[in-house]
């Protein structure tokens, strides 16, 4: 195991063949979120309006029910091009899992990239 300095770093890392059994790349959703984090949001919202797409044709499956988390929430902003909404959304969406994992005591927030080309 080695420390991931950044967020291209993180995803070299997944990309290896030995993490290929639970490669994050091939969840699209967190796939969206680590393209908007990155600050590619012409990629971002081409993955998000298909897979919006593709949560249309069976919404309340258990897969499409995960997927809206992502595209209900980061569609609109992507489409609007709302970099200042989507930064928060990407702080909302860090803090629950933190919470939810139980690192609140030793988490320490750092920016997006997204968030550093942006100025905020």
Known sequence: MRAAQTIDGFL???SEPEFSARRLINHV?????????RGDLDTARMKCRALHERCARDPESYWGRIWR?????????LEAGDK????ALLHEWECDLISRL????IYE???????LAAGA
């Open 29 to 37: 959703d967190t796939d969206i979120r680590v393209d908007i984090a």
């Open 69 to 77: 988390r992502t595209t209900d929430r980061a569609g609109p902003l």
């Open 84 to 87: 200042q909404a989507l930064i």
């Open 12 to 14: 070299q890392h997944v």
């Open 102 to 105: 139980g690192l609140d005591a």
């Open 109 to 115: 927030p750092t920016p997006f990239p997204l968030e």
